[in-house]
Every structure is written in C-alpha cells, then in structure tokens.
C-alpha cells in the first residue's frame, strides 16, 4: 500500500498540493486528473523524489517511500534518438547499478535479459536493436515505459504518457501499461487529460483542484457523469 498523508508542496505563495492524502492499492491504476495547474505535475514529482515536499509523508507499506521505489515514465521526448531500444531501457536501470559501470555504460548480462523481458512487456520484443529516432510515438512511449520498467520500482508513475498520441495508440499504450500494473503487482499512478482513455483504464481516480484532493473514488463508485464532472470541474 502507497500512503501519502497531509502531503505539501509550495512554491513561494502558491501552494501546487494542499494537505493532501490517499492510498492506493498494489496492482491497480489510479488516474490522476485535474485542471492545468491543479498540482498533477507537482504531486508525481513528489512521490518519484524529484521534489521535496515542505510537509507530510509518502510512505510505502508502512515504511517511508525511497527514490527507488519509484519511477517515472519518461517523456518520449527525453529518449536518446540515437541509441538502440534496448541500450534506452538499459540506461533507465543504471541508478541500480556501481558507479564504475555507471560511467563505462556497462551493463550485466542480467540486465540485458532484464531489459529484453521489459520491451516484451511492452509489445516491442523485436525492436530491441532499433534506433529509437527511427521509432513511431506509441512506440517510443512503449520504451519510456520499459525504461521506467527497468528500475524495477513498486510504485510506476507517469505525467500525461500518452499526450501526444492519437487516440488508438493512445488506447493501445495505456492498455500496455496498465496490464504491466497489473500483472507484476505495481501501484501505478497516471495523470491523463482524456476522461475517454481514463474511463477505459482507471480502477481509481484521484482529482486534485488547486493543489487539493477533491475526489479519490473507484471506478465503479464513478458514474459516467460524475467523470465528465470530475473532467471539467
Ligand atoms: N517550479 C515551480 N516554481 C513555481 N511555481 C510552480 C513550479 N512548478 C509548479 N508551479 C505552480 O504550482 C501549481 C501546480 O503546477 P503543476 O505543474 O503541478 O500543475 P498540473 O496540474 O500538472 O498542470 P498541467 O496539467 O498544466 O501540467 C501551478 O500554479 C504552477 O504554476
């Protein structure tokens, strides 16, 4: 079980996540959703370690949350276009790995294996030796997701993954990485604009309006409308 308790982050006076606090489930997919500036953003970078929060705690199974315990998808733009899939996934498990190998850009033959079983997760079984700027969008994404893999964490988050996706690969991504949620028992935490895409993959969702938590529901407590409220509310 993810905890986050009074949960915040301010910047100067603006306080981007007000007291806020949830749980959330090993093997289910929150979506997180929320107005521009309601502290989606803010709320992801806290729980991967990127920020500091000013109070609160974020605790996993009762102990606090350690950096490596979680990842966050990258942005396929922030994928190296000229390395191979493969060596892109590599690169995300190397916090994990001595310093010594960290700068040779060594990796174990069990991170490679590691990292081939990632990109099947993520349908890309063939396309390890692919440069990844010769790859589509969704499959570029796929690969930020078998990046975010390869960091082994308990807790995936992602910040708008499928952004600039049309609509089927949108679909079809999301799809994959709330199967990989599910079936290696992660908490996933996604922040998505499109209530349609969320409606097909959410088992919670969380909303945040300036910075605080105004909704934390099943999907199955959620009623169609409710969502669409929960969207543009
Ligand atoms: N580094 C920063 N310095 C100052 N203010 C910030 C910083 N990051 C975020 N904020 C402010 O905190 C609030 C929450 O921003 P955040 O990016 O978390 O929202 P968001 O819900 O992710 O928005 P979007 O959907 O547009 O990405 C906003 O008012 C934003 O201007």
Redesign the pocket.
Known sequence: MLTVSGLEKR??D?A?VADVSFELEPGSLAVLV?R????????LRCIDGLERPDSGSIRLAGEPLEPTDAALVFQSGALLDNKSALENVLDGGLAREPVWRELLGWHTPAAKRAAIERLHAVDLAGYADRRVGDLSGGERQRVGIARALQQEPRVLLADEPVASLDPATARAVLERLAAVVRRENLIGLV?LHQPRLAREVADRYLG?SD?RLTVNETATEMDPDRIAEVYHG
Do not use: I, M
Not at 36 to 43: R, V
């Open positions: 910047y100067d603006v981007a929320g521009s500036g309601a502290g989606k953003t803010t709320l922040s945040l910075g």
